[in-house]
C-alpha cells in the first residue's frame, strides 16, 4: 500500500421554496467564487486498496473510511499518516460519526448497522426488519435528533435474501421500533441529510436518479423531488447547500437542481465527504484508492 503526504492538500411549488430557503444566498455566493479552490488539481493520498468506500470525518476533521473487500476501517489524520483503526469490520461500507464520537457503520457483510464506541466496542443498532434480517445496509445518515436514515440494497449474489425488496430505513432516536419509511425506489444506495434536519437526499442507483425529500417531524421523508438525473453511490454537501455526488466522476448540483460542475479523478469515485480542520479538502474514495483536492467552500 503506498500512500502519500498531504500538506498540499490541507495548506492555504412549496417544497420547491422549502429548498430554496434552506440556502438562501447559494445562488449568489457561487457566482462570486468558484468550488474548486484556485490552482488546486486532485491528488492521490493512498493506493493498494481492493475497493474504497464510507468517507467520514470525526469532530477534529480526520477521515475514516472503509475497504470492503478486506474488511477493514482506515483512518486518514489531519497530519497526513494512514493507519488501520479496525479489522474485520464485517464487510463496512458506509461510516458516519455521532455527536458522541461514536463511528456508526453499515456492515454490509454482517447486515447489521453497528455503532462503534470510541474504545472499540461494538453495539448492533439494527439487523432485522419485521422479524427477517436486513439485505446488506449501505450508507447511513444520524439526523439531528440522533435518528439514522439508513439504505439497505444487495449487490452481488442474492442469495438469503429475506427481505421483499430494496428500502431505506429510519431507526429513531431511542432505538425502536425500526421503521421503514421508503419503499418505492429500484435500489437505494446513497443517504444525506441536511445539518438542520429538514431534508433528506436518497440516490437510487437502481433507477439512475438522486431525489430529495422533506423530512417531517416523526422522520418520516414526504414531498419527493428529483434533484439531479444522475443514481450516485455516495454524496456529500457543501456549507451552500451544493450536492456532491459521486457517479463516474464527482458531479455537482446546486440546491435548486442545477448542474454546477464536475471533478473527475483517475478511477472511478465511490463517496465523497469533507474533511480537514477547516472542512475545506474534499475526499473521495475510488475502487484502489483515496484522492483529495482543496476546496473554496466547506463541507456542511
Not at 416523526?218 to 438525473?229: C, F, M, N
Not at 469533507?274 to 483529495?292: M, S, V
Request: hydrophobic share 40%.
Amino acid at each position: 500500500m503506498v500512500t502519500r503526504p498531504i500538506s498540499s492538500v490541507f495548506a492555504a411549488g412549496f417544497f420547491s421554496l422549502a429548498v430554496s430557503a434552506c440556502f438562501a444566498s447559494a445562488a449568489e455566493e457561487q457566482a462570486t467564487a468558484p468550488l474548486v479552490a484556485s490552482g488546486a488539481k486532485v491528488e492521490q493520498l493512498a493506493d493498494g486498496f481492493s475497493f474504497t468506500e464510507g468517507p467520514a470525518r470525526d469532530a477534529r476533521g480526520n477521515i475514516y473510511f472503509t475497504d470492503i473487500p478486506n474488511a477493514r476501517i482506515h483512518n486518514w489524520s489531519l497530519d497526513g499518516k494512514l493507519s488501520t483503526f479496525r479489522e474485520n469490520s464485517g464487510g463496512a461500507n458506509g461510516l458516519f460519526f455521532d455527536r458522541a464520537g461514536n463511528l456508526l457503520a453499515c456492515e454490509g457483510g454482517n447486515r447489521r448497522v453497528t455503532s462503534i464506541a470510541p474504545d472499540g466496542e461494538v453495539t448492533v443498532l439494527a439487523d432485522s426488519y419485521d422479524g427477517k434480517k436486513l439485505n446488506s445496509p449501505n450508507d447511513l445518515w444520524i439526523d439531528p435528533k440522533g435518528g439514522v436514515y439508513f439504505s439497505d440494497p444487495r449487490y452481488g449474489s442474492q442469495e438469503g435474501l429475506e427481505q421483499d425488496g430494496f428500502h431505506v430505513y429510519y431507526l429513531p432516536p431511542d432505538r425502536k421500533p425500526l421503521l421503514r419509511v421508503i419503499d418505492n425506489l429500484v435500489k437505494p444506495n446513497g443517504v444525506l441529510g441536511t445539518a438542520d434536519g429538514k431534508l433528506l437526499y436518497v440516490a437510487d442507483a437502481g433507477e439512475g436518479k438522486t431525489y430529495v425529500y422533506r423530512i417531517r417531524e416523526d422522520g418520516s421523508p414526504a414531498e419527493r423531488k428529483l434533484i439531479a438525473p444522475v443514481g450516485a453511490d455516495g454524496m456529500t454537501l457543501d456549507e451552500q447547500g451544493n450536492l456532491y455526488l459521486a457517479r463516474n466522476v464527482v458531479h455537482v448540483y446546486s440546491p435548486d437542481g442545477k448542474m454546477l460542475t464536475e471533478i473527475v479523478i483517475p478511477e472511478a469515485p465511490s463517496n465523497v465527504c469533507f474533511g480537514g480542520a477547516d472542512r475545506r479538502t474534499l475526499f473521495i474514495t475510488a475502487r484502489k484508492g483515496l484522492y483529495a483536492i482543496r476546496m473554496n467552500v466547506a463541507g456542511q
